[in-house]
Protein backbone atom coordinates (compact mmCIF):
# COMPACT_ATOMS: atom_id res chain seq x y z
CA UNK A 1 0.00 0.00 0.00
CA UNK A 2 1.20 3.49 -0.69
CA UNK A 3 -0.43 6.88 0.80
CA UNK A 4 -0.15 9.95 -0.53
CA UNK A 5 -0.37 13.46 0.35
CA UNK A 6 0.23 16.64 -2.18
CA UNK A 7 1.32 20.11 -0.63
CA UNK A 8 2.80 23.34 -2.50
CA UNK A 9 -0.83 24.24 -4.15
CA UNK A 10 -1.78 28.18 -3.81
CA UNK A 11 -2.33 31.27 -5.67
CA UNK A 12 -0.42 32.82 -8.84
CA UNK A 13 -0.57 34.65 -11.90
CA UNK A 14 -0.76 33.75 -14.87
CA UNK A 15 3.24 33.27 -16.14
CA UNK A 16 4.36 32.74 -12.71
CA UNK A 17 5.42 29.50 -11.12
CA UNK A 18 4.65 26.66 -8.76
CA UNK A 19 6.06 23.66 -7.36
CA UNK A 20 3.63 20.87 -6.33
CA UNK A 21 5.37 18.19 -4.05
CA UNK A 22 3.43 14.70 -2.83
CA UNK A 23 4.94 12.61 0.17
CA UNK A 24 4.84 9.01 -0.12
CA UNK A 25 4.74 6.17 2.17
CA UNK A 26 5.51 3.08 1.79
CA UNK A 27 8.92 1.12 1.85
CA UNK A 28 8.17 0.11 -1.88
CA UNK A 29 7.66 3.80 -3.11
CA UNK A 30 10.76 3.43 -5.48
CA UNK A 31 8.84 0.63 -7.47
CA UNK A 32 5.89 2.50 -8.58
CA UNK A 33 5.48 4.27 -11.61
CA UNK A 34 4.24 8.20 -10.35
CA UNK A 35 1.74 10.61 -12.20
CA UNK A 36 0.22 13.44 -11.66
CA UNK A 37 -3.18 14.33 -12.67
CA UNK A 38 -5.62 17.19 -12.38
CA UNK A 39 -9.55 18.19 -12.31
CA UNK A 40 -11.09 21.49 -13.27
CA UNK A 41 -14.96 22.21 -12.35
CA UNK A 42 -17.22 20.00 -13.99
CA UNK A 43 -14.38 18.04 -16.59
CA UNK A 44 -12.72 15.07 -16.21
CA UNK A 45 -9.72 13.85 -14.27
CA UNK A 46 -6.62 14.46 -16.98
CA UNK A 47 -3.18 13.38 -17.17
CA UNK A 48 -0.83 15.80 -16.56
CA UNK A 49 2.93 13.55 -16.19
CA UNK A 50 4.20 10.64 -15.23
CA UNK A 51 7.47 9.51 -14.27
CA UNK A 52 9.11 5.76 -14.04
CA UNK A 53 10.27 3.87 -10.69
CA UNK A 54 13.39 5.17 -11.49
CA UNK A 55 13.25 8.67 -12.50
CA UNK A 56 14.98 7.93 -16.56
CA UNK A 57 11.79 8.29 -18.29
CA UNK A 58 9.41 10.89 -18.04
CA UNK A 59 5.81 11.82 -20.59
CA UNK A 60 3.71 14.84 -20.44
CA UNK A 61 0.19 15.94 -21.61
CA UNK A 62 0.92 18.18 -24.77
CA UNK A 63 -0.95 21.23 -22.95
CA UNK A 64 2.13 20.95 -20.31
CA UNK A 65 5.20 20.01 -22.30
CA UNK A 66 7.89 22.80 -22.35
CA UNK A 67 5.89 24.33 -19.20
CA UNK A 68 6.18 21.28 -16.38
CA UNK A 69 8.43 19.23 -15.04
CA UNK A 70 8.05 16.02 -12.77
CA UNK A 71 10.62 14.41 -10.60
CA UNK A 72 11.22 12.33 -8.04
CA UNK A 73 13.62 11.57 -4.95
CA UNK A 74 13.20 7.98 -3.87
CA UNK A 75 15.60 8.37 -1.08
CA UNK A 76 12.90 10.92 0.47
CA UNK A 77 10.06 9.22 -1.23
CA UNK A 78 9.43 12.18 -2.99
CA UNK A 79 7.85 13.42 -6.03
CA UNK A 80 7.53 17.51 -7.42
CA UNK A 81 5.82 19.28 -10.33
CA UNK A 82 7.76 22.11 -11.31
CA UNK A 83 5.05 24.31 -13.06
CA UNK A 84 6.36 27.41 -14.96
CA UNK A 85 4.93 29.56 -17.15
CA UNK A 86 1.24 29.14 -15.83
CA UNK A 87 -1.88 29.98 -17.51
CA UNK A 88 -5.84 30.42 -16.05
CA UNK A 89 -6.40 27.56 -18.18
CA UNK A 90 -3.91 25.35 -15.53
CA UNK A 91 -6.33 25.93 -12.82
CA UNK A 92 -7.70 22.61 -11.21
CA UNK A 93 -7.39 20.38 -8.20
CA UNK A 94 -3.85 18.32 -8.81
CA UNK A 95 -3.41 14.84 -7.56
CA UNK A 96 -0.52 12.92 -7.68
CA UNK A 97 -1.12 9.20 -8.33
CA UNK A 98 0.72 5.81 -8.32
CA UNK A 99 1.08 2.40 -10.35
CA UNK A 100 2.75 -0.83 -9.81
CA UNK A 101 1.63 -1.38 -13.35
CA UNK A 102 2.33 -0.24 -16.82
CA UNK A 103 -0.69 2.66 -16.64
CA UNK A 104 0.45 6.10 -18.65
CA UNK A 105 -2.50 8.32 -19.27
CA UNK A 106 -5.36 6.18 -17.72
CA UNK A 107 -6.97 7.22 -14.30
CA UNK A 108 -8.38 3.42 -13.73
CA UNK A 109 -5.04 2.06 -13.75
CA UNK A 110 -3.69 3.98 -10.80
CA UNK A 111 -5.08 2.61 -7.60
CA UNK A 112 -3.47 4.95 -4.86
CA UNK A 113 -4.29 8.60 -4.88
CA UNK A 114 -3.50 12.03 -2.58
CA UNK A 115 -6.56 13.76 -1.55
CA UNK A 116 -5.51 16.47 -4.20
CA UNK A 117 -4.04 20.41 -3.70
CA UNK A 118 -5.58 23.52 -5.36
CA UNK A 119 -3.79 25.53 -8.03
CA UNK A 120 -5.35 28.54 -9.40
CA UNK A 121 -3.86 30.94 -11.91
CA UNK A 122 -5.27 34.54 -12.03
CA UNK A 123 -4.99 36.67 -15.42
Known amino acids: QVQLVESGGGLAQAGGSLRLSCAASGRTFSSYTMAWFRQAPGKERDFVAQISWSGQSTYYADSVKGRFTISRDNAKNMIYLQMNSLKPEDTAVYYC????????????????WGQGAQVTVSS
Open 97 to 112: AASSGSSRNNPSGYPY
